[in-house]
């Protein structure tokens, strides 16, 4: 526990998102998600590493059949399994300037997807360097640097169960 409060010295002020807002985030869209693929045929692709933690909860708060797969951003030329016909879901963490998931878009529904949706638990829409929606949306935030919950700065802190601002001191 000393070192998690450690972790949390290197938080500017008060929390962004505590870990029982992410809960309750992460149950409704859950929800959503099962409502919007029931019947289809749905594969679930978590973006590693960052979205892991979001990835696990979100898949056990939908109510659904799904096959799952995995992809390091270096990879997505070629890791994922055949996708042809498949209503896909990719989990993400973060999504900032949307180059990489937009590329990623394109290129999975080149290899025949029925479908493609994005979900990702915090959205940086000021960022955007090109037009890409995202369907399922956690918490949209400002343009700061953050951490927890699966996000990191220099591989650290992604295991604090709330998401806070990483001071500048710790990153400059």
Same mark, same amino acid.
């Given at each position: 526990?000393?070192?998690?409060?450690?972790?949390?010295?290197?938080?500017?002020?008060?929390?962004?998102?505590?870990?029982?807002?992410?809960?309750?985030?992460?149950?409704?869209?859950?929800?959503?998600?099962?409502?919007?693929?029931?019947?289809?045929?749905?594969?679930?692709?978590?973006?590693?590493?960052?979205?892991?933690?979001?990835?696990?909860?979100?898949?056990?708060?939908?109510?659904?059949?799904?096959?799952?797969?995995?992809?390091?951003?270096?990879?997505?030329?070629?890791?994922?399994?055949?996708?042809?016909?498949?209503?896909?879901?990719?989990? +993400?963490?973060? $999504?900032?300037? /949307?180059?990489?998931?937009?590329?990623?878009?394109? *290129? &999975?529904?080149?290899? #025949?997807?029925?479908?493609?949706?994005?979900?990702?638990?915090?959205?940086?829409?000021?960022?955007?360097?090109?037009?890409?929606?995202?369907?399922?949306?956690?918490?949209?935030?400002?343009? +700061?640097?953050? $951490?927890?919950? /699966?996000?990191?700065?220099?591989?650290?802190?992604? *295991? &604090?169960?709330?998401? #806070?601002?990483?001071?500048?001191?710790?990153?400059?």
């Amino acid at each position: 526990m000393s070192e998690q409060r450690k972790m949390y010295a290197d938080l500017k002020d008060e929390l962004l998102i505590t870990r029982d807002q992410i809960a309750v985030r992460v149950k409704e869209m859950g929800a959503e998600i099962t409502r919007d693929f029931e019947g289809k045929d749905l594969t679930v692709i978590c973006i590693l590493k960052g979205a892991v933690v979001f990835f696990v909860d979100l898949i056990r708060e939908i109510d659904l059949p799904m096959t799952m797969d995995f992809m390091a951003i270096s990879s997505y030329g070629s890791a994922t399994k055949p996708i042809n016909g498949k209503d896909v879901l990719i989990i +993400e963490d973060i $999504v900032d300037s /949307g180059m990489t998931l937009s590329f990623l878009k394109e *290129n &999975l529904l080149s290899r #025949g997807a029925a479908s493609l949706h994005i979900a990702t638990l915090l959205d940086k829409p000021e960022r955007r360097r090109v037009p890409l929606h995202v369907d399922y949306s956690g918490f949209t935030i400002p343009d +700061e640097f953050v $951490v927890g919950y /699966g996000l990191d700065y220099a591989e650290k802190y992604r *295991n &604090l169960p709330d998401i #806070g601002v990483l001071r500048p001191e710790i990153y400059e």
